[in-house]
T-cell receptor, first 116, second 109 residues
Framework: GAGVSQSPRYKVAKRGQDVALRCDPISGHVSLFWYQQALGQGPEFLTYFQNEAQLDKSGLPSDRFFAERPEGSVSTLKIQRTQQEDSAVYLC??????????????FGPGTRLLVL | DAKTTQPNSMESNEEEPVHLPCNHSTISGTDYIHWYRQLPSQGPEYVIHGLTSNVNNRMASLAIAEDRKSSTLILHRATLRDAAVYYCIHDSGTYKYIFGTGTRLKVLA
């Protein structure tokens, strides 16, 4: 079946602009994760949803970052007033159940954000 | 702390086996080890995972040490398409994966 999809794949923003990144998880997957990957580094956790509930947002770097999953499927990561340090690849992942131990996370291709 | 330690890079000749090591010294009872790989401009791709005993699938094998503090991902015959960054993840059930910098595998033709 279809995997995790993300859009857009590439986004160029001027500093100060707001951006919205979309994630479509695998159909029926309960949990959804957002990660940020800086150049040459491994992905870092941003936030976690179980259905529509955001259970952990401890990785969001500032209050300019906001994520939602209102109907428990598609999720949007919004970054307000983008800064150059926000330039990174933003990855979305989903799991079939609650993301507990042993569950496999399936990743999308990522959105590469460049802030000029 | 569910961090892992991997070599920064490794090289292999095409069609030879590759053994990618990982240390996860803080692992405990029900914690899993997952391996992912990431090709350029793609998201991490699941490779294999295991708990205690060795695991095999169509992509690779996972050998877990008896004390579970280390593991080895085995690619039986490396191809050029296996060139990627390989991440070993210690899954302690906190749902958020902690990635290190991984091992960059270079496959030589």
């Amino acid at each position: 079946g279809a995997g995790v999809s993300q859009s857009p794949r590439y986004k160029v923003a001027k500093r100060g602009q707001d951006v919205a990144l979309r994630c479509d998880p695998i159909s029926g997957h309960v949990s959804l994760f957002w990660y940020q990957q800086a150049l040459g580094q491994g992905p870092e956790f941003l936030t976690y949803f179980q259905n529509e509930a955001q259970l952990d947002k401890s990785g969001l770097p500032s209050d300019r970052f906001f994520a939602e999953r209102p109907e428990g499927s598609v999720s949007t990561l919004k970054i307000q007033r983008t800064q150059q340090e926000d330039s990174a690849v933003y990855l979305c992942a989903s799991t079939q159940e609650g993301g507990g131990v042993g569950e496999t996370q399936y990743f999308g291709p990522g959105t590469r954000l460049l802030v000029l | 702390d569910a961090k892992t330690t991997q070599p920064n890079s490794m090289e292999s000749n095409e069609e030879e086996p590759v053994h990618l090591p990982c240390n996860h010294s803080t692992i405990s009872g029900t914690d899993y080890i997952h391996w992912y790989r990431q090709l350029p401009s793609q998201g991490p791709e699941y490779v294999i995972h295991g708990l205690t005993s060795n695991v095999n699938n169509r992509m690779a094998s996972l050998a877990i040490a008896e004390d579970r503090k280390s593991s080895t991902l085995i690619l039986h015959r490396a191809t050029l398409r296996d060139a990627a960054v390989y991440y070993c993840i210690h899954d302690s059930g906190t749902y958020k994966y902690i990635f290190g910098t991984g091992t960059r595998l270079k496959v030589l033709a």
